[in-house]
């Protein structure tokens, strides 16, 4: 499987949901990483997907996603390291209305970094690349570029 849209991913995923005997077995890390994007790591027993988010505006979001590999062990302690923390991702469709995914995640920049540079650093890498491709396409348009410079100057503003 190769890069796709985040949406593509969570139709996968939630194909994937349906048909599992082992739902508990299912976990959700995120982190942000150096470049201030969003990795998202879902795992099942058996493989593990990678979604790269990067905030475009207040409520909007782009992503793109792999499935990155099999599970193990050691992958297994990195995606239960940090701390517990809410989760929802509401991904638009087009044959669907939409796909609402929440629950509770394990939230750590740290194990999401290793994961990324020690796990899946090629994969990593395309990820970055599909990203920063389609964010520079996305500044091309003057509407999308200001609302893209609001979301960040609303990043750098410490909240009080």
């Known amino acids: 499987m190769g890069i796709k849209t985040s949406a593509e991913i969570t139709q996968i995923l939630k194909e994937k949901w349906d048909k ?26 058996e493989r593990m997907w990678q979604i ?12 793109f996603g792999c499935e990155v590999g099999k599970t193990d062990d050691e992958i297994g302690k990195l995606m239960v390291a940090g ?29 999401a970094n290793a994961l990324s540079t ?6 990593q890498a395309k990820l970055d690349e599909k990203l920063d491709l389609e964010i ?4 091309s348009d003057p509407m999308l570029r200001r609302r893209y410079r609001e979301q960040k100057e609303r990043e750098r503003t410490p909240y009080l």
């Open 83 to 111: 701390a517990p923390v809410p989760f929802g991702l509401i991904s638009p469709q087009k044959a669907d209305p939409a796909i609402i995914m929440a629950g509770v995640q394990q939230y750590s920049s740290d194990s």
């Open 118 to 123: 020690d796990y899946i650093s090629e994969k």
């Open 136 to 139: 520079e396409r996305m500044n």
């Open 20 to 45: 599992s005997k082992n739902r508990e077995d299912w976990r959700v890390l995120s982190g942000r990483n150096p470049k201030g994007r969003y990795d998202m790591f879902i795992s099942s027993s």
């Open 52 to 63: 790269k988010i990067e905030h475009t505006g207040r409520n909007e979001a782009m992503g």
